[in-house]
Each structure stands twice: as C-alpha cells, then as structure tokens.
C-alpha cells in the first residue's frame, strides 16, 4: 500500500462515513498492523504510525516490559525488565512499560494479510459511525423528527432517519395508521440506546408532544413564542385536545393555530392520520378552563374541590353524553388536558350528591359535638360542617345565623374545642412508642417515634416486621433496620433455648 493510497483511502472513507480523518487513520494504522502481524511466524504486538500529511506509515515491533521471567506468557510480545535494560540500555524502563523497534515497512501484502486488514478497517469504522450517531441523538430525545419509511414489518416500521435508521414499534404507530415504504413521516424521538450492536433510536407518533412540534411548525406565531401551546392531550388517530394563550392581546391563539379557512389545523390533522383537534383558550382560572376544555358541551355549573383536585360538572340532562364523549373520549382529553379530575353528573344526581353529603355532614358532627338533628342540620346548611370551622371562625359569624344565641354559640364552639383537644390527645397517643420499643438497645428517641407514627409501637410490633416492610414504612437504612428488628427478635430466640 503506498503512501498515496493511505491518503486516498482516508479521504474517501472519512466523507463517505462522515467521520473524522483521524479515526478513519487510526483505523487504517490498527489495519496495517494487524496485516503485519499476519506476515510474522510470531504471534508479536505491532503498532503502525501513519503521517497524516504525507501519507509515510512506520511500522515498530513492541513488548510488554514484565518484572521477572515467571511473569512473562508471551516471549514474543513480552520481555522481562533486566533484559529490557541489557537489549535497549540508552532508554529507561519501567514494570509494565513499553519497548519497541523499527521493523521493515511492506508495501504490498498476500491475499490473507489484506483480507485481514479489510476486516479491522470495516470493524473500525462501524464503530465509529455508531459513536457518531450516538452522539448526535442522544441530546436530541424529545424533539419532532421527519424521516421516511424503509420498510414495514409486523412488529415494527424502520425509518430512515437523515440516513439513521430509527424504529417506530407497533405499539407507537397512531390508532388504524397504515404505512407503507416511501411514506414520509414526522415522529418524536423518544429514546436512544447504546447497545453494543450499535445505537438503536425509537421514535414514537402517539406522544401528545408530536401535535405541539407540529403546530410550532405550520403556526409561525408559535414557532416565534408570540402564541403558547401549554398543553395537549390525545386520543391518538380520533381525537386531540390543545391548550393555547397569546403573548399578544390583538392576537386570537385560537384563530391563529386554526388558520384561513382552517389551512393550519387540517395540516397537523394530515400529519396524525386526520385526527380531529380542538384547540382550547387557556385559562389561569381552573373552573373555566375546565369549562372550556369539555366543548362543545355546555355546562351549568362546577364544584371545586382543591384538596383532592376534582371538580363536579353538572351539565343539563341533554348535555351529558355530549359532555362524556364515546366512550369517556371527551371527559378523559379534558381531564389530562387539564389536570383535574372531573366528576360528570345531571343536576338531578348532583342534587341526590350533595343532599347525601350534607346529610352525612350532619351525622359527624351529631356525634362529634353531640347535638341535635336540628341543630346540625342547621350548621350544614349554613356551612360550618367540621369541628374546625365551628371552634376557630368568629363568633359574630355564627351569632348571625338564625335562632344562635350567644349561650348556644358559646356551648358549641366549647364542644368543638373539646372534640379537637380529645382528637389531639388520642393521635399523641397512636404515635407514642411504648416503653420496651423506646428503651431497646440501637434504638433512639426519633427513630421510636418514626415507627411509632407508622403503625410499630412495641418491640413485639417491630420483631414481626421484615426488613423490607419496614424500609418501605419508614424510609430508614435497610441495614439499621436488619439490625434493630433482630434486636427486637432476641427474646424469642431466648424463650425458644429455655423452652422444655
């Protein structure tokens, strides 16, 4: 091989690969040496090194520099330190460090020798476009990609990714999708591999994500941050569901993202396999955010319920299959879009509803305060219905309700306090470590009162957990636990020595 084919082959790799000239070199010099290597009787170590400016390639004979003569394997490819010092006296040497001389360069090699060198240059430079293609996707997860379909197979579609082959599993491909080879495709990248048979890319068309890259593209108002697409949600191949606000107040987002005639929005449907999309105005205000994500149906009126994020819809007798969808579809997009739970119902169930919790609402606190139907009942309707709000909101609040005197408030708000201090006292109580758990050997004063929190008082309690169950309870170490529940078990082990 001459020192102009070392150049033209490097040249021609490295743009055809597209990868840089020093590895596609460095390949060509492990081939050299591999070539070498074939030519020699020995089975020696050989290193090449090739000019990168002139194409010139020296080849060097190298051994492993080993302490003594028990440690040497390989007399070909290893010397022991003395001989190293004897053979090469004007170098210094070290365990474990390299001697090396010039051997005769060949310019040409047998039919094996070159088939060998063909064989690492290819392994090579395999090995550096998977680098390459890993490292030039694996920051790019999450972002629309445009590719076109290779070929199609039962389990997969393989597309063909800027010259990057991606699979779009099955389970990916949007509801009754056909592909076929030569369709052009827009996707999300969803994941990237490193695998030793190379990078494996997994691009996904369901993802909500894939409808807002889409409307950043054919919306210029969106792709320049004038409009905001805060959320979507999709039933993929029937129906999606986007959250849209303008920057602008002299911009409609909604007649924006729909376009002239519809142009925009039927775009990004032609683009999903002609799903349908209602594009939503979003609101900081949860209740008419939810009101308008459940379009077209109308809805009379909501109930909030902050604690356990859900919202009670009542909507007209004729509004509600129009509010729930097929099959849940319009109440279900609503729901993720919004992030709120919601509770469709009729305002004759919603009456039934609330009638039921106003009812238990006079029952708890009949028992709690121990008072009267009527009284309660009272209570209830004027919206004091926990112990809290009758012990803690002003007086005055409750002397304005109808037939309250300043006696009968004073009694309930006392009823209420005590209810509340005798609650206190008995959750005290629930989480107080016994005295065997608290005076136990490794034990201390937090970690009692953690267990005891979590349902384990007493040694007995503790000696019946596993390890895992209490790691899982508590969140402490896994082996201080190991420790302290066999702590705990020492008695029985005691009892079972003393036992007949």
Same mark, same amino acid.
């Given at each position: 091989?001459?020192?102009?084919?070392?150049l033209?082959?490097?040249?021609? @790799?490295?743009?055809?690969?597209?990868?840089?000239?020093?590895?596609?070199? !460095?390949?060509?010099?492990?081939a050299?040496?591999?070539?070498?290597?074939?030519?020699?009787?020995?089975?020696?170590?050989?290193?090449?090194?090739?000019?990168?400016?002139?194409?010139?390639?020296?080849?060097?004979?190298q051994w492993? %520099?080993? !302490?003594?003569?028990?440690?040497?394997?390989?007399?070909a490819?290893?010397?022991?330190?003395?001989?190293?010092?004897?053979?090469?006296?004007?170098?210094?040497?070290?365990?474990?460090?390299?001697?090396?001389?010039p051997? !005769?360069v060949?310019?040409?090699?047998?039919?094996?020798?070159?088939?060998?060198?063909?064989?690492?240059?290819?392994?090579?430079?395999?090995?550096?476009?998977?680098?390459?293609?890993?490292?030039?996707?694996?920051?790019?997860?999450?972002?629309m990609?445009?590719?076109?379909?290779?070929?199609?197979?039962?389990?997969?579609?393989?597309?063909?990714?800027?010259?990057?082959?991606?699979?779009?599993?099955?389970?990916?491909?949007?509801?009754?999708?056909?592909?076929?080879s030569?369709?052009?495709?827009?996707?999300?990248?969803?994941?990237?591999?490193?695998?030793?048979?190379g990078?494996?890319?997994?691009?996904?068309?369901?993802?909500?994500? @894939?409808?807002?890259?889409?409307?950043?593209?054919?919306?210029?108002e969106?792709?320049?941050?004038?409009?905001?697409?805060l959320?979507?949600?999709r039933?993929?191949?029937?129906?999606?569901k986007?959250?849209?606000?303008?920057?602008?107040?002299?911009?409609?987002?909604?007649?924006?993202?729909?376009? %002239?005639?519809?142009?925009?929005?039927?775009?990004?449907?032609?683009?999903?396999?002609?799903?349908?999309?209602?594009?939503?105005?979003w609101?900081?205000?949860?209740?008419?955010?939810?009101?308008?994500?459940?379009?077209?149906?109308?809805?009379?009126?909501?109930?909030?319920?902050?604690?356990?994020?859900?919202?009670?819809?009542?909507?007209? !007798?004729?509004? @509600?299959?129009?509010?729930?969808g097929?099959?849940?579809?319009?109440?279900r997009?609503?729901?993720?879009?919004?992030g709120?739970?919601?509770?469709?119902?009729?305002?004759?169930?919603?009456?039934?509803?609330?009638e039921?919790?106003?009812?238990?609402?006079?029952?708890?606190?009949?028992?709690?305060?121990?008072?009267?139907?009527?009284?309660?009942?009272?209570?209830?309707?004027e919206?004091?219905?926990?112990?809290?709000?009758?012990?803690?909101?002003?007086?005055?609040?409750?002397?304005?309700?109808e037939?309250?005197?300043?006696?009968?408030?004073?009694?309930?708000?006392?009823?209420?306090?005590?209810?509340?201090?005798?609650?206190?006292?008995?959750?005290?109580?629930?989480?107080?470590?016994?005295?065997?758990?608290q005076n136990?050997?490794g034990?201390?004063?937090e970690?009692?009162?953690?267990?005891?929190?979590?349902g384990?008082?007493?040694?007995?309690?503790?000696?019946?957990?596993a390890?895992?169950?209490?790691?899982?309870?508590?969140?402490?170490?896994?082996?201080r636990?190991?420790?302290?529940?066999?702590?705990?078990?020492?008695?029985?082990?005691?009892e079972?020595?003393?036992?007949?």
């Amino acid at each position: 091989m001459t020192k102009d084919d070392v150049l033209m082959m490097a040249d021609v @790799l490295s743009k055809e690969k597209d990868i840089g000239h020093d590895i596609v070199f !460095e390949a060509i010099e492990a081939a050299l040496a591999t070539a070498t290597r074939k030519r020699n009787r020995e089975d020696i170590e050989v290193r090449v090194k090739i000019d990168r400016e002139t194409g010139d390639y020296e080849a060097f004979r190298q051994w492993e %520099i080993m !302490e003594d003569d028990t440690a040497v394997e390989s007399p070909a490819r290893q010397m022991t330190l003395p001989a190293a010092e004897i053979s090469y006296p004007d170098e210094s040497h070290e365990v474990g460090g390299i001697v090396e001389e010039p051997l !005769e360069v060949v310019a040409t090699f047998g039919r094996i020798e070159a088939q060998a060198a063909k064989q690492v240059i290819s392994q090579k430079v395999r090995e550096a476009e998977r680098a390459r293609v890993y490292e030039e996707f694996k920051d790019r997860v999450g972002e629309m990609v445009q590719g076109v379909v290779k070929r199609v197979g039962n389990r997969e579609a393989i597309v063909d990714l800027e010259g990057v082959e991606a699979s779009l599993p099955r389970s990916n491909w949007i509801d009754r999708e056909i592909l076929r080879s030569g369709d052009r495709i827009k996707s999300i990248l969803s994941e990237v591999r490193s695998e030793p048979r190379g990078p494996q890319l997994i691009v996904d068309r369901r993802s909500p994500e @894939l409808v807002i890259k889409l409307f950043q593209l054919e919306v210029p108002e969106v792709g320049q941050g004038v409009i905001e697409i805060l959320g979507a949600a999709r039933d993929p191949g029937s129906r999606a569901k986007i959250a849209v606000r303008s920057q602008d107040k002299r911009i409609d987002p909604v007649g924006a993202c729909v376009g %002239i005639r519809g142009a925009r929005v039927q775009s990004v449907s032609n683009e999903i396999n002609l799903e349908r999309i209602d594009i939503i105005t979003w609101s900081e205000n949860p209740a008419e955010f939810v009101i308008k994500a459940l379009q077209p149906a109308d809805v009379d009126s909501i109930l909030v319920d902050e604690e356990s994020k859900a919202m009670d819809v009542v909507v007209e !007798e004729a509004q @509600l299959s129009l509010a729930i969808g097929r099959g849940g579809q319009n109440v279900r997009l609503a729901s993720d879009l919004t992030g709120w739970e919601l509770n469709i119902m009729t305002d004759e169930a919603a009456a039934e509803k609330a009638e039921q919790e106003a009812q238990q609402s006079c029952e708890r606190l009949m028992t709690q305060l121990n008072i009267d139907a009527e009284v309660a009942g009272v209570l209830v309707e004027e919206g004091f219905v926990t112990p809290e709000e009758v012990a803690y909101v002003p007086a005055q609040e409750l002397l304005d309700v109808e037939g309250f005197d300043e006696e009968l408030v004073e009694q309930l708000r006392e009823r209420a306090r005590d209810f509340l201090d005798i609650r206190e006292i008995a959750e005290l109580e629930r989480t107080r470590p016994e005295p065997d758990l608290q005076n136990m050997e490794g034990m201390d004063e937090e970690t009692a009162v953690l267990f005891a929190s979590n349902g384990v008082r007493s040694m007995e309690e503790l000696a019946e957990c596993a390890t895992d169950e209490l790691v899982e309870l508590t969140g402490i170490d896994e082996v201080r636990a190991g420790e302290l529940i066999m702590t705990a078990r020492a008695p029985w082990f005691v009892e079972a020595q003393n036992a007949p």
